[in-house]
């Protein structure tokens, strides 16, 4: 409703595994919600390919990062990643850019700090070819 997901990146994006965004282009934005909370919800649903989950660190870390599953990641379902959505049509998810592969430091991907501190200015300067979200709406 605050238009909170537009201009979004998908920061990590790992071959038979998942898609990832969800820090705010807005390094203002990003930081007004990088400390709230959502509570964890029970795992009822499996994380399927086209199924969307929460990132997280652990119990109770939950916060605007998500994942789009790209295969069956039944795996994650005992580690308490809770999917909440579901894509439609993969078309477009299939089509993100993988190049980067994992975040820094362990991969060539973007470092998530520098996200946070300099937002879209850093992706879009030195990962250039990344894909984002347009807009997103609640129907």
Do not use: C, K, W
Not at 63 to 92: A, E, H, K, Y
Not at 100 to 118: C, D, L, M, T, V
């Amino acid at each position: 409703r605050e238009g909170f997901f537009t201009d979004i990146a998908f920061f990590r994006v790992i071959d038979g595994f998942v898609a990832q965004g969800g820090i705010h282009g807005d390094p203002a934005v990003a930081a007004q919600r990088r400390d709230r909370r959502i509570p964890d919800d029970p795992v009822v649903q499996s994380n399927r390919r086209g199924f969307v989950s929460y990132a997280m660190a652990g119990p109770g870390t939950r916060t605007t990062q998500f994942f789009i599953n790209l295969v069956d990641n039944n795996r994650l379902d005992s580690m308490g990643f809770s999917p909440f959505g579901q894509v439609r049509d993969m078309t477009s998810v299939d089509a993100l850019h993988a190049g980067y592969g994992e975040g820094a430091p362990s991969g060539r991907g973007p470092n998530q700090a520098q996200i946070q501190s300099q937002g879209n200015a850093y992706l879009r300067r030195d990962f250039p070819e990344l894909s984002y979200i347009r807009s997103a709406a609640i129907l």
